[in-house]
T-cell receptor, first 115, second 111 residues
Framework: EPEVTQTPSHQVTQMGQEVILRCVPI?????FYWYRQILGQKVEFLVS????????KSEIFDDQFSVERPDGSNFTLKIRSTKLEDSAMYFC?????????????FGAGSRLTVL | RKEVEQDPGPFNVPEGATVAFNCTYS??????FFWYRQDCRKEPKLLMS???SGNEDGRFTAQLNRASQYISLLIRDSKLSDSATYLC????????????FGAGTQVVVTP
């Protein structure tokens, strides 16, 4: 079964450092997303990406965050200067027109710990 | 008011029993509804989409009540492997791709 892969599975960083989380979406999917889940809380939407541009972003996705699809397979989330409250599990997801643009497949997540 | 509300549980269910729980949503423009399952510290996985007429997938039955703005999930003949957190997920017409998640209902199936 096709899957979304994410790296790293866990990253520990110091406050103020830049972090890049990487994702390889399902190969024939066209829509890409980042969500996050702070420990013990609900999953929250960060950003959606289609046709090489951001489609929608939440209020969480401020100027410290950026996304990029640098090549045909990777989809990255960059946090420019991490804060303690950025500690969370970050899930990448993708969806495709054949399965339904709104039927998302999630990756296993990247756990970010900011010290 | 939270956009998607769920009873956090836990619902402690003997193996083989039936359990049901609801979720309410606040945005009447919501168009698509899903139940996801999340195991501890894992990613959400789609359990089933919820259709207007209600739908069934094996032991799982989902219902949608647009008038009262709630969806429900019923699990029959519970298995130990059904122990998980069940996430109610809603998509609004004006928020393409932006899924709204509930905080989840925890189900614990006991032998």
């Amino acid at each position: 079964e096709p899957e979304v892969t994410q790296t790293p599975s866990h990253q520990v960083t110091q406050m103020g450092q830049e972090v890049i989380l990487r994702c390889v979406p399902i190969s024939n999917h066209l829509y890409f997303y980042w969500y996050r889940q702070i420990l013990g809380q609900k999953v929250e939407f960060l950003v959606s990406f289609y046709n090489n541009e951001i489609s929608e972003k939440s209020e969480i996705f401020d100027d410290q965050f950026s996304v990029e699809r640098p090549d045909g397979s990777n989809f990255t989330l960059k946090i420019r200067s991490t804060k303690l409250e950025d500690s969370a599990m970050y899930f990448c997801a993708s969806s495709g027109s054949s399965s339904g643009a709104n039927v998302l497949t999630f990756g296993a997540g990247s756990r970010l710990t900011v010290l | 008011r939270k956009e998607v509300e769920q009873d956090p549980g836990p619902f402690n269910v003997p193996e083989g029993a039936t359990v049901a729980f609801n979720c309410t949503y606040s945005n009447s423009a919501s168009q698509s509804f899903f139940w996801y399952r999340q195991d501890c510290r894992k990613e959400p996985k789609l359990l089933m989409s919820v259709y207007s007429s209600g739908n069934e997938d094996g032991r799982f039955t989902a219902q949608l009540n647009r008038a009262s703005q709630y969806i429900s999930l019923l699990i029959r003949d519970s298995k130990l492997s059904d122990s998980a957190t069940y996430l109610c997920v809603v998509l609004s017409t004006d928020s393409w791709g932006k899924l709204q998640f509930g905080a989840g209902t925890q189900v614990v199936v006991t032998p």
